[in-house]
Every structure is written in structure tokens, then in C-alpha cells.
């Protein structure tokens, strides 16, 4: 039996055992396993093809839907996690299919995956959570962790525990200290941003009982999608007739459809015939058609999800520059839409606030003035997010700055947590 760290995030994926001592390992090193070839990465997404009535995850998803292969492309499974609609259906060319399976599928692939580049069984497993599912609703952020490890259950997992996912990347930070430091950690992911304040430090590495060791936790449900999302609302979608007057005075078209469209996890509920009939009622009650005639050419060819990889590179690419062109396909035409770093900052502001708003909230929890914080280690991939950062960092400007593995800490801190639960190796 092997126990493994799993860290199911809403963009990637990794998972982790702990090797067999040897020449190189000495007793005992924590690795992530290839997943997506020789990437330990795995992005987490599934594509159901409906030319070769086939399922693909990762990579291989998104390539084959931005490919044109006929099919459904589904991204942000996580984001069900703690909603209504994790026990809904949605349609695929045979049948329906509801999200609880959807997230069953990408495990199972994953667990596969694992056991083919470990040459064995995983039977134990710690799963990453963030620190809440749910903001404000403790019943829904239980039955939230409750539902995850039914599905992991259901893949094949026997004994099965969960880990905050800011303590996992703690555990992975502490693996290259050299004394005892007070951390604040940021993992700031594709769906969640969570914090811990954590004292770390060499001669509390062993210690059975870390309670006492963890100060504050802290999370919100904000995360590198919603930075998708409203960029997009507020560069794109404009030109897709958000915004725009309805021909009767003093009506707006309605915010929903925009909103579903600039969402991941909701691209897919514009893909039916009820939501094509109140696109042609909208054009025809519209004072500015052409803009929705666009709506309908996206909705109508299925290009919501290049619609938001296009957005999402064009917020990737502000990381580096001043602007970005975004990349827009109408379905049978398009155009390029330059985007400034001002204009990325002033749509995602409330975001960046609100996860400051939490550094603050994560202190005082703690008992902790910002002073006191030795070190601030970041990891997940939004914490390349300029604004993302120097909401975190002005809460703390005298602290240390350490860059984390963006897409591996919290995974390698998991199989970490697993090793010590468990115990075992490969």
C-alpha cells in the first residue's frame, strides 16, 4: 500500500508519494509524479469527444477542443465543490452526466495516471482543501469536504484525509529552513485564495502534534477565475452586447448571460436550445443587434472557452507588460482588443481588496502584528498576479519575500502530511 498527497486544484493538479530511500534520496525524498508526460502538472480538465465517443483529460483536453474536435470542454470542476449544482446533469451527445461525475472521471484519471508512473497501488490519500469551500456557510463547507472524499472514495482511495492547503505548502517551506520563523503563507490558486500563519522551523519538522504551531487560518472563495472573469466582463463582453441599451428606455441587456459566459464553470449552461431562444429574443429586443448577433456567434459555434483561454492569456501576458492584445473570435470573424495592465487593475480591484482584506483578517486572527511576520511565502499561480501580489505584500512590507513552487508546494506539502499519517513509501 501507498500513500499519496493530492492536490486537486481548480486550474492544475499534481500528486505526490514519498520515494524509497537510496543513493539519491537518502531517507527518503517527497516527489510529484508525472501526470501529463513528463509534466508533474496536470491541468485539470476533461473533454468529452463526441467524434470519437472518447474522454481526455489535461492537456490533451484543452488541445483537443482548441482543435475544433466536436465535443464539451469542462474546466474549474472544482468550483462545483460546495454548490447546488455538484449533483446536477448537464448534456452530452449520449445521455447526461452529473458534475459529482464529471470530478469522478478527472480523479480516476489522475489516480491511473499515478499508478502507472508509480509501477503500484495507491490506496491512502491526503486531499488538499482550501480553508473554505464555502465563504460564511460551515454546513456547506462540510458537506463540501464531505462530497470530495466520497469521490475519492469512489476511485479506487481507501482511507482518506484531508489538509488545509496553505498548511501543505507550509510543510513544503519548512523542508529548506534553517531556523525557526513565524510565516505567513499565501496560496493563492485558480478558485480560492488561502492563508496560514504558521511558526516553522527545523527542531518542529518531527513533532507528531503541529496544532500548537498553527496560529491562523484564513481563506476566501476568490481566485485567478474570478480575474478571468472579470476581465472579461469588463473588455470583452462589452463588445458581446454587455452592457448595452434594450430598445424599451431605461433597460440594460441582462447581466446573467455575460456573466455565465465570463465564467468557467458556467460556460457550458449557455449550450442549449432555452438559452439560443432568449439570445434571438434579446437580438430582437435590442437597440444594438450586431452586438448580439456576436453573443450569438460564440454561443452558437461553442467558443466560450476560447473566449476565456483568450482572456486568460491576455491576463497572463499583463504580468510582463504594460499591454496585451486580446484575441477575440465572433465565430466566423473577430478581432484584436488592446488591454492595459491599468485597465486589468481597475476591473480586478474589489478582487485584489478583498484578498488583502484577508491578510488583515488572517493577523488579527492570529494575535499577530504584521511586524512580527518573519517571512511571506507565495505559491500558486496568481501569485504571478502583480496585483494580486502587492495586495498581499503591502500588508506586510517588512517581511521576507519567498517565491514558492507555484504549481508544486501545496502537493509536495500534502505527500509530506501523507507520509506522516500514513507512513509507507513507493
Known amino acids: 500500500m501507498t500513500a499519496c498527497g493530492l492536490d486537486f486544484g481548480t486550474s492544475n493538479t499534481t500528486l505526490g508519494v514519498r520515494m524509497a530511500a537510496g543513493a539519491d534520496t537518502g531517507g527518503g525524498a517527497y516527489g510529484l509524479l508525472a501526470l501529463d508526460g513528463t509534466r508533474t502538472t496536470l491541468p485539470s480538465a476533461v473533454f ?56 469522478a472521471t478527472f480523479l480516476a484519471a489522475v489516480k491511473e495516471r499515478a499508478e502507472t508512473a508509480l509501477g503500484g497501488e495507491l490506496t491512502d490519500v491526503v486531499l488538499g482543501r482550501p480553508v473554505h469551500f464555502v465563504d460564511g456557510d460551515p454546513a456547506g463547507d462540510a458537506a463540501a469536504e464531505e462530497v470530495l472524499g466520497e469521490i475519492a472514495r469512489s476511485v479506487g482511495f481507501r482511507h482518506i484525509s484531508f489538509q488545509y492547503e496553505p498548511i501543505a505548502a507550509a510543510l513544503d517551506y519548512e523542508q529548506q529552513v534553517e531556523r525557526e520563523e513565524l510565516a505567513l503563507i499565501a496560496d493563492i490558486g485558480g478558485g480560492t485564495s488561502d492563508f496560514s500563519i504558521v511558526r516553522i ?13 498553527i496560529l491562523a487560518n484564513d481563506g476566501i472563495r476568490v481566485g485567478g477565475t474570478d480575474f478571468d472573469r472579470d476581465l472579461s466582463l469588463a473588455t470583452a463582453m462589452p463588445l458581446l452586447g454587455h452592457g448595452s441599451a434594450m430598445k424599451r428606455p431605461g433597460l440594460l441587456a441582462p447581466k446573467h448571460l455575460f456573466f455565465d459566459l465570463a ?79 491599468g485597465e486589468l487593475n481597475e476591473a480586478t480591484a474589489i478582487l485584489a481588496g478583498r484578498i488583502g482584506g ?22 500558486g499561480g496568481s501569485t504571478l498576479l502583480p496585483q494580486v501580489r502587492a495586495a498581499i505584500l503591502a500588508e506586510l512590507p517588512g517581511a521576507r519575500v519567498v517565491e514558492g513552487n507555484i504549481f508544486g508546494s501545496v502537493g509536495t506539502g500534502l505527500t509530506i502530511e501523507a507520509a506522516r499519517r500514513f507512513g509507507g513509501t513507493a
Open 48 to 103: 468529452f469527444d463526441f467524434e470519437a465517443d472518447a474522454v481526455t483529460v489535461g492537456q490533451a483536453a484543452i488541445d483537443a477542443y482548441a482543435s475544433g474536435v466536436e465535443g464539451r470542454l469542462m474546466r474549474s470542476i472544482k468550483s462545483m465543490l460546495g454548490t447546488d449544482l455538484i449533483d446536477a446533469d448537464t448534456a452530452l451527445r449520449k445521455g447526461r452526466i452529473t458534475f459529482r461525475a464529471v470530478i
Open 201 to 213: 522551523g527545523p527542531e518542529r519538522r518531527g513533532r507528531a502534534d503541529r496544532s500548537a504551531d
Open 263 to 341: 465564467t468557467w464553470s458556467k460556460i457550458n449552461f449557455l449550450y442549449t436550445a432555452k438559452a439560443m431562444a432568449d439570445l434571438e429574443r434579446l437580438k430582437r429586443d435590442s437597440a444594438t443587434p450586431d452586438r448580439i448577433e456576436r453573443l450569438i456567434g460564440v454561443v452558437e459555434h461553442r467558443l466560450g472557452h476560447a473566449l476565456a483561454m483568450a482572456v486568460e492569456r491576455t491576463k497572463i501576458a499583463l504580468s510582463d507588460g504594460p499591454e496585451a492584445g486580446l484575441l477575440l473570435d465572433w465565430g466566423g470573424g473577430g478581432m484584436t482588443r488592446p488591454v492595459s495592465v
Open 358 to 379: 484577508r491578510v488583515r483578517a488572517c493577523l488579527a486572527e492570529a494575535g499577530t502584528l504584521p511586524a512580527e511576520i518573519d517571512a511571506v511565502f507565495l505559491t
